[in-house]
């Protein structure tokens, strides 16, 4: 693995979903990992509580 030498901050966004369709499927955890150029780094991870109803079932 290489070193890489940050100018400024990077973040790295990860998505955790029920699956890939944006109609029926949710976001379920967001997380950040941000690296700062003086080698610090800072992990945040929030889980999204969401209450779903499929109204297309009710059709």
Do not use: H, Q
């Not at 901050?9 to 979903?17: K, Q, S």
């Not at 379920?28 to 800072?42: D, R, T, W």
């Not at 945040?44 to 109204?55: H, Y």
């Amino acid at each position: 693995m290489k070193n890489i030498s940050l100018e400024r901050p990077l973040a790295v966004i990860d998505l955790e979903t029920t699956g890939i369709g944006y109609y029926a499927d949710r976001i379920v955890e967001f997380s950040v990992l941000k690296f700062y150029p003086n080698g610090a780094a800072i992990y945040k991870s929030i889980r999204v509580k969401f209450k779903w109803i499929a109204l297309f079932w009710l059709k």
